[in-house]
């Protein structure tokens, strides 16, 4: 079995809440300042499709990376309303956030057969997808926790090949932690990441199991950062609301890069 270090992985989800060329300057300018100098942290930011090209400018020379926060499993075609990876990777976008609970449960009803598809196609055009998996409350409060996430992870990610799967993250984004201050405790969150890496090992193989990011997310902040980021199995955060304030998101990025040197 290799064992390595797996590279902290921080996104920032602007989700609907800016969007302007104005609104992601005054965001971008200050956080790019303050995080210039970090290399060994992968940073992505998601703005809405309309700030995209507006943030693939402002990022050039920089390590931040630009990720979309969907797109559509198909490169062309009668569509309406969708956008395809490859108008997304001719913009300079690298990243893709996928099957985000938001998209399963509230705007699109999205099923984990369709985010399957879109992984393989943002996989296909050159983006790396960030795979979101997690359960509602009462899931959680039924004990269903495990099956939801097994369910999950079975229909969206485990029918990728073994060299597929090292080049997607997860994101492990229980819904009852998300925009609601409610953080999973430390405790819970490696639960469910160690959970995940077991079906990644006993599909996969422990090595390839290894080498898979699994990202955190739900109401990380700047203060509980360094103790989900410090779990065995937590490698990094996709950040919601922390991630609109440029100095929090910039400490959350200082913090992972602090615990993975
Ligand atoms: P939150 O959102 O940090 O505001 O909880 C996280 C996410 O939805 O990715």
Redesign the pocket.
């Known amino acids: 079995m290799v064992l390595l270090m797996r590279k902290f992985v921080i996104g920032g ?1 602007w989700k609907m809440n800016r969007g302007t060329a104005q609104e992601t300057k005054e965001m971008l300018v200050p956080f790019l300042k303050a995080v210039h100098t970090l290399k060994n942290v992968d940073i992505i930011v998601a703005p809405p499709f309309t700030a995209l090209q507006t943030a693939c400018d402002l990022i050039k020379g920089s390590m931040v990376k630009i990720g979309a926060q969907n797109m559509y499993p198909e490169v062309k075609g009668a569509f309406t309303g969708e956008i395809s990876p490859v108008f997304l990777t001719a913009l300079g976008v690298n990243w893709v956030i996928l099957g ?1 609970s ?1 998209r399963r449960h509230i705007v699109a009803s999205e099923t984990d057969i369709l985010i399957f598809k879109k992984v393989k196609a943002a996989l296909a055009a050159g983006l790396t997808p960030i795979v979101c998996v997690g359960e509602k409350l009462e899931e959680r409060e039924k004990g269903n926790t495990e099956e939801v996430n097994r369910t999950q992870f079975e229909g969206s990610i485990s029918g990728l090949s073994a060299t597929e799967v090292t080049k997607i993250v997860i994101a492990y ?1 229980p819904v009852w ?3 609601t201050g409610k953080t999973a405790t430390p405790v819970q969150a490696q639960e469910v990441h160690g959970f995940l890496r077991n079906l990644l090992t006993k599909k996969y193989g422990a090595d390839i199991a290894q080498q898979v990011r699994i990202q955190y ?4 902040n700047d203060k509980n950062a360094k103790e989900l980021f410090s779990q065995p199995d937590v490698d990094g955060g ?5 991630s609109l304030d440029p100095e929090a998101f910039a400490k959350i990025c200082l913090i992972a890069a602090e615990i993975r040197k």
Do not use: P, Q, R, W
Request: net charge negative.
């Open positions: 989800n985000h938001e984004e932690a998300i925009g997310g739900g109401s990380v996709l950040v919601g609301g922390a």
